[in-house]
């Protein structure tokens, strides 16, 4: 290992070298755009009237709080109940029976932008909310795979959020999670 190894040419050493040196520098300068942004994005999600009740679930950040109040939009009467906000996520699943066969599906008409922001509050729940994590162990023990878990997690929070909304009251971990809370004490 000591010994001398093959090397590049001087001027593709220098190129590479230059190269190196611009990403560099357009990384410096995106790392301080996307700084810029958030700070922009905090302070518009900051003054938006449901930007405490959303804050106050477990999980949603101001990035993340802000996409998914971006996506359901702020009309509080524009979903019925908490079925057709799930219905509009796509967090519930669709069922369909014939005779003695029962199937349960993923919904794949829904808004993609909204399904990703909600499968990825379900995750970061998973370490925030021992309601939320012992909700997804419970549907792991029963047979659920890792994404059909998060996706059921997905759901119920989705639900969680809309009556926190539509009784203007921040999230309440012994409301969202009671039975889970007392077996787990």
């Known amino acids: 290992m000591r010994s001398e190894q093959l ?29 810029n942004l958030e700070r922009e994005l905090e302070a518009a999600f900051e003054n938006h009237p449901d930007a405490k009740i959303l804050r106050s679930l477990p999980g949603l950040g101001t990035v993340l709080g802000a996409r998914v109040l971006g996506e359901f939009g ?19 699943p669709i069922t369909k029976t014939s005779g003695t066969r029962k199937v349960v599906l993923a919904r794949f008409a829904r808004n993609e932008r909204l399904y990703d922001a909600c499968h990825l509050w379900a995750f970061s729940a ?20 890792h994404n059909q878990a998060l996706l059921a997690l997905a759901n119920r929070l989705v639900g969680i959020l809309h009556g926190c909304l539509r009784h203007r009251r921040p999230y309440d971990k012994a409301i969202a999670w009671p039975s889970l809370i007392e077996e787990a004490a």
């Open 126 to 145: 998973l370490t925030k909310s021992p309601g939320a994590r012992a909700y997804y162990d419970l549907q792991c023990a029963r047979g659920k795979t």
């Open 74 to 92: 702020d009309d509080r009467t524009g979903y019925a109940d908490a079925r057709a906000r799930r219905n509009y996520a796509g967090t519930s």
């Open 7 to 35: 090397a590049a040419p001087v001027t593709v050493t220098r190129a590479y070298g230059m190269v190196a040196s611009s990403l560099v520098t357009l990384t410096a300068g995106l790392n301080e755009q996307i700084a």
